[in-house]
C-alpha cells in the first residue's frame, strides 16, 4: 500500500508539472496565437482522427479482456438475445428471466439496429467492438456540441477528447457490453440539432436515444424543461413530452405482458416499497438517504466527480440531462460502488451531460474578454479540464486487462467440453459469453430480498434442466454446492464429474438410455457421483 501511495503521488506530481507548463507555453509562448488558429481550422479533422485511434485501441483491449474472461454473465444474456432473434426467437433468452425474454428485463429496441452487423460473426465480440465504436464517435456530436456552445473549436477539441479518458467512460469498455453506453452518441446528436434549431434531425436521434433503453425515457421529459428554460417554441416543447409519455406507457404495458412481478425492492427496498414510499423516505429522512448513498456510493461519486469536480457549480443548464440518470444510480441499493470499483453504466449519460455542461462554466469565464481573447480563454479552461481527467486516469488504470485469470487453462478446458447443443448452468459468469450462443444457459440469479421472497427473479429450479454443469468455488451458500447446486454435487445426484482443474468442476448428467460410460477424472477416485 505505501508503494501505491508514492506511485500515485509521483504521478499526480507529474500530471501537475506537465499541465503548468502546458498552460505556459499556451498563455505566454508567442506563438500560440498561430498555434492556436491552426488548431482551430484543423480541430474537427482531429477529433475524427483521435476517436479513429481511441476505437481502435479499446476495441482491442475489449477483445483481450474478453480472452482473459474479464467478462461476465449479462455480456452472455445480450449475445443469446441477439443470436436467438437471428435463429427465430425474437428476444429469446434464459439467462435472467424465467419469462425467457428479454423484454423481461429491459425494453431495448435499438439492439435490432445491431443485427446486420452481429450477422456477420454471431458471437460477444461483436458487441464488445460496436461498444466501443459507441463511445469513441460519441466524441464527435460532443464536439460539434461544445464549439457551437463556446464558439471555440480547441476548446471542444480538447473537452471531447478528454470526455473520452473520464474514468467512467474508460471503464465502459470493460464493462459486461450494457446497451445504454450506445445512447450517448445518439443523445449528442440529438441535442446538437436541438442547439442548430433544425427540428426533424432532433427527434430522429431523440427517439433512437429512447429505443436503446427504458432508463432514456426521462431524457425527453428534460428536453422539455431544458426548451422551456431556452424559451423555445410549443414544437420544442409539446413533441418530446408526447414521445415520452407514449413511450413509458409503452414500457409499462411491455413489462406487465412479459413478468409478473416488478422488482422495485431488489434495487431501492432501503427506502421503501414504492416509489411513493422512496420518494417519502428521501424527503422526510433526508439524512439517512444522504448516509446510505454516501456508504453505498461513496467511491462512485469520487470517480464521477473528480475530474470536474470545483467547476460543477457554475456548470450551464445542460448539465440537468444527468440528475435522472444520477438519481437512478445513487437510490440503487446494491453496493455497486464496492463491487465494481465506482462503474455504474448510468453514468454515460450523467458525464456526457456533465460534459456538456462545462460549456456553462467557459460561457462565464468569457464575459469579460472580447475577440481573439474569447478563443484563448475557452482553450484555458479546456488544458485545465484536460490536466484534472489526466490526473484522475489513476482509476481507471486497473480496469486494463494485464493479467490473466488463475484458471485461465481451466476454464477454456472446461468450456471445450460443451458440445455446441448441450444445456448448461452455472454459477461462474466467466464462461457465460462464450457459451450463450445457445438455447439453454442457466446462472442462479438470487436476490435477497426478505420481505418479498416470491418477487426472485429466478430462483435454482431451471439450474437441473441443464445436461452440463461448471462450477467454481462460491463463498456465498445459495451460489456454491450445498446451496443452489447440490443437485448436482449431493452423493444422491445423477450427475458425474467429468473434469476438475484449478477448482474450476464440470458435471454431466447421463443422458437416458445411454450405454457408453461417462469420462472420470483422472486421478479421482469413484466415490459418490464422481
Keep these: 500500500p505505501a508503494a501505491r501511495v508514492i506511485a500515485l503521488a509521483l504521478f499526480l506530481i507529474g500530471v501537475a508539472v506537465?499541465?503548468?507548463?502546458?498552460?505556459k507555453v499556451l498563455l505566454f509562448w508567442r506563438r500560440s496565437g498561430a498555434v492556436l488558429a491552426a488548431l482551430e481550422e484543423r480541430s474537427a479533422k482531429i477529433v475524427w482522427g483521435a476517436a479513429t485511434v481511441y476505437f481502435l485501441v479499446f476495441a482491442t483491449l475489449a477483445l483481450v479482456a474478453y480472452s482473459r474472461f474479464k467478462y461476465h454473465s449479462d455480456l452472455g444474456e445480450y449475445n443469446q438475445t441477439?443470436?436467438?432473434?437471428?435463429?427465430?426467437?425474437?428476444?429469446?433468452?434464459?439467462?435472467?428471466?424465467?419469462?425467457?425474454?428479454?423484454?423481461?428485463?429491459?425494453?431495448?429496441?435499438?439492439?435490432?439496429?445491431?443485427?446486420?452487423?452481429?450477422?456477420?460473426?454471431?458471437?460477444?465480440?461483436?458487441?464488445?467492438?460496436?461498444?466501443?465504436?459507441?463511445?469513441?464517435?460519441?466524441?464527435?456530436?460532443?464536439?460539434?456540441?461544445?464549439?457551437?456552445?463556446s464558439g471555440s473549436g480547441v476548446a471542444a477539441l480538447l473537452l471531447s477528447v478528454a470526455f473520452l479518458f473520464h474514468p467512467e467512460i474508460v471503464s465502459q469498455h470493460f464493462t459486461s457490453g450494457y446497451e445504454v453506453v450506445f445512447a450517448a452518441p445518439f443523445f449528442l446528436a440529438a441535442f446538437y440539432f436541438f442547439t442548430e434549431g433544425r427540428f426533424a434531425p432532433f427527434m430522429l436521434f431523440l427517439v433512437l436515444t429512447l429505443s436503446v433503453r427504458e432508463d432514456m425515457v426521462p431524457?425527453?421529459?428534460?428536453?422539455?424543461?431544458?426548451?422551456?428554460?431556452?424559451?423555445?417554441?410549443?414544437?420544442?416543447?409539446?413533441?418530446?413530452?408526447?414521445?415520452?409519455?407514449?413511450?413509458?406507457?409503452?414500457?409499462?404495458?411491455?413489462?406487465?405482458?412479459?413478468i409478473e412481478n416488478w422488482m422495485f425492492n431488489?434495487?431501492?427496498?432501503?427506502?421503501?416499497?414504492s416509489p411513493a414510499e422512496m420518494i417519502k423516505t428521501i424527503v422526510f429522512h433526508p439524512v439517512y438517504a444522504i448516509e446510505e448513498t454516501v456508504r453505498l456510493h461513496g467511491s462512485y461519486l469520487y470517480n464521477l466527480l473528480m475530474p470536474e469536480s470545483f467547476i460543477l457549480p457554475w456548470t450551464g443548464l445542460a448539465s440537468l440531462f444527468a440528475l435522472p440518470n444520477l438519481a437512478i444510480s445513487l437510490t440503487k441499493g446494491h453496493d455497486f460502488s464496492a463491487a465494481a470499483g465506482g462503474i455504474s453504466h448510468y453514468s454515460v449519460i450523467v458525464v456526457t451531460a456533465l460534459w456538456l455542461g462545462l460549456t456553462g462554466y467557459i460561457k462565464r469565464a468569457q464575459r469579460r474578454y472580447r475577440g481573439t481573447k474569447r478563443e484563448g480563454v475557452?482553450?484555458?479552461?479546456?488544458?485545465?479540464?484536460?490536466?484534472?481527467?489526466?490526473?484522475?486516469?489513476?482509476?481507471?488504470?486497473?480496469?486494463?486487462?494485464?493479467?490473466?485469470p488463475r484458471e485461465a487453462a481451466a476454464l477454456p478446458a472446461a468450456i471445450e467440453l460443451i458440445p455446441a447443443d448441450g444445456s448448461v448452468s452455472t454459477n461462474d459468469g466467466r464462461v457465460i459469453?462464450?457459451?450463450?450462443?445457445?438455447?439453454?444457459?442457466?446462472?442462479?440469479?438470487?436476490?435477497?430480498?426478505?420481505?418479498?421472497?416470491?418477487?426472485?427473479?429466478?430462483?435454482?429450479?431451471?439450474?437441473?434442466?441443464?445436461?452440463?454443469?461448471?462450477?467454481?468455488p462460491f463463498g456465498h451458500p445459495l451460489y456454491n454446492d450445498e446451496g443452489a447446486f447440490r443437485f448436482a454435487t449431493g452423493p444422491e445426484s445423477s450427475y458425474r464429474l467429468i473434469f476438475e482443474q484449478d477448482g474450476i468442476r464440470?458435471?454431466?448428467?447421463?443422458?437416458?438410455?445411454?450405454?457408453?460410460?461417462?469420462?472420470a477424472v483422472e486421478g479421482e477416485a469413484g466415490n459418490g457421483n464422481r
Design 266 to 273: 431488489i434495487y431501492y427496498g432501503h427506502f421503501g416499497s
Design 82 to 149: 441477439l443470436w436467438a432473434t437471428l435463429n427465430g426467437r425474437f428476444f429469446y433468452t434464459t439467462v435472467e428471466e424465467t419469462a425467457q425474454s428479454y423484454l423481461g428485463t429491459h425494453i431495448s429496441p435499438f439492439l435490432l439496429l445491431l443485427l446486420p452487423v452481429y450477422s456477420l460473426f454471431q458471437s460477444p465480440p461483436v458487441i464488445l467492438v460496436l461498444r466501443s465504436l459507441a463511445l469513441a464517435l460519441a466524441a464527435v456530436p460532443m464536439f460539434y456540441c461544445i464549439r457551437r456552445l
Design 433 to 472: 459469453p462464450r457459451l450463450s450462443s445457445r438455447w439453454e444457459i442457466y446462472e442462479p440469479l438470487i436476490w435477497d430480498v426478505i420481505e418479498e421472497p416470491e418477487r426472485l427473479p429466478q430462483g435454482t429450479e431451471q439450474l437441473q434442466r441443464a445436461e452440463f454443469v461448471i462450477l467454481k
Design 219 to 258: 431524457v425527453a421529459f428534460v428536453f422539455c424543461v431544458y426548451a422551456l428554460l431556452k424559451r423555445r417554441q410549443a414544437k420544442w416543447v409539446l413533441p418530446p413530452l408526447v414521445l415520452g409519455i407514449v413511450w413509458q406507457v409503452a414500457v409499462i404495458l411491455i413489462f406487465n405482458a412479459v
Design 18 to 23: 506537465a499541465g503548468s507548463i502546458c498552460l
Design 378 to 404: 475557452a482553450a484555458f479552461v479546456a488544458v485545465m479540464i484536460v490536466v484534472l481527467v489526466a490526473s484522475a486516469a489513476h482509476l481507471w488504470f486497473y480496469y486494463l486487462p494485464a493479467r490473466e
Design 506 to 519: 464440470v458435471y454431466q448428467r447421463p443422458l437416458l438410455g445411454a450405454t457408453c460410460p461417462l469420462p
